[in-house]
């Protein structure tokens, strides 16, 4: 499969600023990778669909305007979350699909 | 009726076990099946990926797809505490851009 670096590994914010994450694949192209987030023993849930050159197709109930998505190249997806407020505080994840879906070590993210 | 179930559990089982991990889905158009490992605060690690029907051994892993019940399972012989860890099912339509719909995760304790 492929191989995900996601940064950063955890990060804390004060409740009003935003917040970007960074999804690299490391030796693959991809096209499409997915964003996810997770709550404490609940599963990943998917937030989006990043594809390179075009716009994000988000799934139902999330922000498309909170959570600013970019995948400006085939290597680099990135999520931004906008005016975060303690209820975003939650475990980020993303994926790239290839031989399987791949996903990045995640990010935690504590807004206070 | 969630597209995809299963026991969150937890399971707890002493050193050597045999442990038996299951999701049901109702969702016919499901095609690609994967179990994913996740360690607490990392992301999911591909276990096992398979297509359609059928019985697949990696190693110590079993996965086993039932499409006619909608049924999948895993399969963890000899297993060990470090095994220890949530265990995701996930499944698609597509293996190309299409999006996975994850099981809750089931908790596993390998204990020595």
């Known amino acids: 499969g492929a191989v995900v670096s996601q940064h950063p590994s955890w990060v804390i914010c004060k409740s009003g600023t935003s917040v970007k994450i960074e999804c690299r694949s490391l030796d693959f192209q991809a096209t499409t990778m997915f964003w996810y987030r997770q709550f404490p023993k609940q599963s990943l849930m998917l937030m989006a669909t990043s594809n390179e050159g075009s716009k994000a197709t988000y799934e139902q109930g999330v922000e498309k305007d909170k959570f600013l998505i970019n995948h400006a190249s085939l290597t680099l997806s990135t999520l931004t979350v906008t005016s975060a407020h303690p209820e975003d505080s939650s475990f980020y994840i993303c994926?790239?699909?290839?031989?399987?879906?791949?996903f990045g070590s995640g990010t935690r993210l504590t807004v206070v | 009726q969630k597209e995809v179930e299963q026991d969150p559990g937890p399971l707890s089982v002493p050193e050597g076990a045999i442990v038996s991990l299951n999701c049901t889905y109702s969702n016919s158009a499901f095609q690609y099946f994967m179990w994913y490992r996740q360690y607490s605060r990392k992301g999911p690690e591909l276990l096992m990926y398979t297509y359609s029907s059928g019985n697949k051994e990696d190693g110590r892993f079993t996965a086993q797809v039932d499409k006619s019940s909608k049924y999948i399972s895993l399969f963890i012989r000899d297993s060990q505490p470090s095994d220890s860890a949530t265990y995701l099912c996930a499944m698609s339509e597509g293996g190309g851009s299409e999006k996975l719909v994850f099981g809750k995760g089931m908790k596993l304790t390998v204990n020595p």
């Open positions: 994926s790239v699909q290839g031989f399987g879906y791949t």
